[in-house]
């Protein structure tokens, strides 16, 4: 009897083994959502992350996101004393990097113009030269700096908007995290910006499409101008005018604002997608790209060897056209 009993307990033991490392065999797990835009995030795992991913979320809202206004930003745009987290320090280097390199025509604190131009976070207001140029002095990423914990303005009217790089910047965050955990597989979009390593379920490279850029405010066309292989750790952001924007009396104004002008950037780039090391450098850059143009992105381009592009844009005869780095080739097919 005795040996009977051991042996029945043997067997449960080895059956609880065998089920406990059937539970931690690795499958692709999908999370998906909507907070200010829909997210879409797949990974090969052993478990479950998705309270960690909407941690994450959480962690980049309480620190950049100008709409809440208990976050760290907003509380910055209040001129109130408050010390930053690593989170807004490492994104607010990064965008000014960005800036010198754009000299100023990608500059985050072109929030107010933003505001002005009804894209931000407050209304439309009369708009007119002088309104244009009186805010424009007090805009411009060179007066404003980073001492220690604490942000410091040139002048207190100054705000900060990071909404060109949200997205980007939160792909990131999911994309780091899943490296913490040394997750080989996997897909962050959040916007439609996106992270991607590896292969997806079916042992494919993650396959990313570029939207034609056709005016569709509601988000609704599905056409596809180019597919994206991603054949490598890399971030990919799109930016264009085709779907936020407003016509007032017959003109089209669109969101990207060139901050040295205080007007909507009115270049020939319809969309541009850039492909970079990271997210938060692809969103930055392409926000770039629509504000200076064809002919001044190809030229950032050889002071940029680390990103790629994908542009859609209408040639000096009016038609619309594309062009692409060449080292955006490997990625337009399998």
Same mark, same amino acid.
């Given at each position: %009897?005795?040996?009977?009993?051991?042996?029945?307990?043997?067997? +449960?033991?080895?059956?609880?083994?065998?089920? /406990?490392?059937?539970? !931690?065999?690795?499958?692709?797990?999908?999370?998906?959502?909507? @907070? !200010?835009?829909?997210? !879409?995030?797949?990974?090969?795992?052993?478990?479950?992350?998705?309270?960690?991913?909407?941690?994450?979320?959480?962690?980049?809202?309480?620190?950049?996101?100008?709409?809440? /206004?208990?976050?760290?930003?907003?509380?910055?745009?209040?001129?109130?004393?408050?010390?930053?987290?690593?989170?807004?320090?490492? @994104?607010?280097?990064?965008? %000014?990097?960005?800036?010198?390199?754009?000299?100023?025509?990608?500059?985050?604190?072109?929030?107010?113009?933003?505001?002005?131009?009804?894209?931000?976070?407050?209304?439309?207001?009369?708009?007119?030269?002088?309104?244009?140029?009186?805010?424009?002095?007090?805009?411009?990423?060179?007066?404003?700096?980073?001492?220690? /914990?604490?942000?410091?303005?040139?002048?207190?009217?100054?705000?900060?908007?990071?909404?060109?790089?949200?997205?980007?910047?939160?792909?990131?965050?999911?994309?780091?995290?899943?490296?913490?955990?040394?997750?080989?597989?996997?897909?962050?979009?959040?916007?439609?910006?996106?992270?991607?390593?590896? +292969?997806?379920?079916?042992?494919? #490279?993650?396959?990313? =499409? *570029?939207?034609?850029?056709?005016?569709?405010?509601? =988000? %609704? /066309?599905?056409?596809?101008?180019?597919?994206?292989?991603?054949?490598?750790?890399?971030?990919?952001? @799109?930016? =264009?005018?085709?779907?936020?924007?407003?016509?007032?009396?017959?003109?089209?104004?669109?969101?990207?604002?060139?901050?040295?002008? =205080?007007?909507?950037?009115?270049?020939?780039?319809?969309?541009?997608? *850039? *492909?970079? &090391?990271?997210?938060?450098?692809?969103?930055?850059?392409?926000?770039?790209?629509? +504000?200076?143009?064809?002919?001044?992105?190809?030229?950032?381009?050889?002071?940029?060897?680390?990103?790629?592009?994908? *542009?859609?844009?209408?040639?000096?005869?009016?038609?619309?056209?594309?062009? #692409?780095? &060449?080292? %955006?080739? &490997?990625?337009?097919?399998?």
């Amino acid at each position: %009897m005795k040996h009977s009993f051991r042996s029945i307990t043997w067997l +449960v033991m080895l059956s609880i083994l065998l089920l /406990s490392g059937c539970q !931690h065999e690795k499958q692709y797990f999908e999370v998906s959502g909507m @907070t !200010h835009t829909p997210y !879409h995030v797949k990974y090969e795992y052993s478990q479950s992350l998705e309270k960690e991913i909407k941690a994450e979320f959480a962690n980049y809202y309480h620190s950049l996101n100008p709409f809440d /206004s208990l976050s760290i930003i907003s509380q910055i745009n209040r001129n109130e004393e408050v010390e930053v987290d690593s989170l807004f320090a490492f @994104t607010f280097r990064k965008v %000014m990097q960005v800036s010198e390199q754009t000299n100023g025509l990608f500059d985050v604190t072109c929030a107010p113009l933003i505001n002005l131009w009804g894209f931000g976070f407050s209304k439309r207001d009369s708009i007119t030269q002088q309104v244009i140029d009186s805010i424009r002095s007090f805009v411009g990423y060179q007066k404003i700096r980073l001492e220690g /914990s604490r942000v410091v303005k040139d002048d207190p009217r100054m705000l900060l908007n990071f909404s060109a790089v949200g997205d980007g910047g939160i792909c990131d965050l999911v994309a780091r995290l899943f490296d913490r955990h040394n997750i080989q597989n996997y897909m962050v979009e959040v916007g439609g910006e996106v992270v991607a390593k590896g +292969v997806n379920a079916k042992g494919q #490279h993650w396959r990313i =499409g *570029i939207s034609k850029p056709v005016d569709d405010p509601a =988000g %609704m /066309s599905q056409e596809l101008e180019q597919i994206l292989h991603l054949k490598q750790r890399v971030g990919v952001a @799109t930016s =264009g005018d085709y779907r936020n924007f407003y016509v007032k009396d017959g003109k089209k104004y669109a969101h990207t604002i060139n901050p040295t002008t =205080g007007y909507p950037a009115d270049q020939d780039i319809l969309s541009a997608t *850039i *492909i970079a &090391p990271d997210c938060l450098t692809a969103d930055a850059y392409a926000t770039a790209f629509m +504000v200076m143009g064809s002919a001044a992105a190809r030229q950032l381009k050889e002071q940029v060897p680390e990103i790629e592009y994908f *542009i859609i844009f209408t040639d000096e005869h009016g038609n619309y056209a594309t062009e #692409h780095s &060449p080292g %955006m080739e &490997p990625y337009l097919s399998e």
